[in-house]
């Protein structure tokens, strides 16, 4: 049964535009939530994070939005970038870090147009 | 430079032949964990350790063992790989949290191993 569930496998945006990545879960025992970027041939790099004692983290041009009672969250980039083409993986915990069980989404590409 | 390393990074085995993929950071790291990635699930946890002789299960254990006898080194093993072992094997490694403007635990990914079981 899969907790955490990334349902668009794939988003094409312009460069410039905003590109929104989505994730929704099951668990509402969930308290701390992660985006990793993955380039192939590479190990997924951390992005952002957001505890769920908040609803909205901003780095720069990422910010990740929680919406507690949907059980769903997303992520926004503004502008989005060729540099941003890689995929997105959304992940979860129970415990408030991100050294412990962790689990993933499937996963979204996201191809960014010149 | 700070890293997490895998060896080796391409395997090519066959059903039943007991296999070990390393995985070794040198950022003195208490956390470390096995991922696993599949087309369509995603990245799925094996096993982590919060600390030296520390394991526990994550979601997908079924057929791995780890060992934690040093904080730098977290090997996966495969008494006995199976085809639906084939996949692309992440090893990662986390700072303690610590408080403040931004936060530390963030995990550190190695490159990827990917293993074939014919």
């Known amino acids: 049964d899969q907790q955490v569930k990334q349902n668009s496998p794939s988003l094409s945006v312009q460069e410039g535009r905003i590109s929104i990545l989505n994730c929704d879960y099951t668990?509402?025992?969930?308290?701390?939530f992660l985006w990793y970027k993955k380039y192939p041939a590479e190990g997924p790099t951390f992005l952002i994070s957001?505890?769920?004692?908040?609803d909205k983290n901003e780095d720069g041009r990422f910010t990740v939005f929680l919406n507690k009672s949907a059980k769903h969250l997303s992520l926004h980039i503004v502008p989005s970038q060729p540099g941003d083409s890689a995929v997105y993986f959304c992940?979860?915990?129970?415990?408030?870090?991100?050294?412990?069980?962790?689990?993933f989404g499937q996963g979204t590409i996201l191809t960014v147009h010149p | 430079e700070a890293q997490v390393t895998q060896n080796p990074r391409y395997l090519i085995t066959v059903t039943g032949k007991k296999l070990t993929v390393t995985c070794s950071q040198n950022?003195?790291?208490?956390?470390m964990s096995w991922y696993r990635q599949d087309p369509g699930l995603g990245l799925r946890q094996i096993y982590y350790?919060?600390?030296?002789?520390?394991?526990d299960k994550g979601d997908v254990p079924e057929g791995y063992k780890v060992s934690r006898k040093e904080k730098r080194n977290f090997p996966l093993i495969l008494e006995s790989p199976s085809p639906n072992q084939t996949s692309l094997y992440f090893c990662?490694?986390?700072?303690?949290?610590?408080?403040?403007?931004?936060?530390?635990?963030?995990?550190?990914f190695g490159p990827g191993t990917r293993l074939t079981v014919l």
């Open positions: 990662a490694s986390t700072p303690s949290f610590v408080a403040g403007p931004r936060r530390t635990d963030t995990q550190y």
């Open positions: 668990n509402s025992m969930f308290d701390y």
């Open positions: 957001i505890s769920s004692i908040k």
């Open positions: 992940a979860a915990s129970v415990d408030g870090t991100s050294y412990g069980k962790l689990t």
């Open positions: 950022m003195n790291h208490e956390y």
């Open positions: 350790s919060m600390n030296v002789e520390v394991t």
